[in-house]
Nanobody
Framework: QVQLVESGGGLVQPGGSLRLSCAAS????????MHWYRQAPGKQRELVAT???????NYVGSVKGRFTISRDNAKNTVYLQMNSLKAEDTAVYYC???????WGQGTQVTVSS
């Protein structure tokens, strides 16, 4: 069993930055691939960024060059640095593990002036 707790969301103006964190319980965090998903009102949940156990990363096209996913295995934590935020980034952001799928409760990100 893995428990995930996201934090770092909030209200930010367009062009601003936020860093999300996802802290995981358990002693085998380092073997999991970690994902960040987001879900905007009325839309399906979308995979935003992925980082493998080896540190390889991948991003959805709409966030490439603006978002950076990273992980600190010593702290059992994965991060999502979000820069140049846009209104369309507004969503609840969730972290997720693979291959065993665990989800956090989500953290709200609102980009608005």
């Amino acid at each position: 069993q893995v428990q995930l707790v996201e934090s770092g969301g909030g209200l930010v103006q367009p062009g601003g930055s936020l860093r999300l964190s996802c802290a995981a319980s358990g002693s085998i965090f380092e073997i999991y691939t970690m994902h960040w998903y987001r879900q905007a009102p009325g839309k399906q949940r979308e995979l935003v960024a992925t980082i493998t156990s080896g540190g390889s990363t991948n991003y959805v096209g709409s966030v490439k060059g603006r978002f950076t996913i990273s992980r600190d295995n010593a702290k059992n934590t994965v991060y999502l640095q979000m820069n140049s935020l846009k209104a369309e980034d507004t969503a609840v952001y969730y972290c997720n593990t693979w291959p065993a799928s665990y989800w956090g409760q989500g953290t709200q990100v609102t980009v608005s002036s």
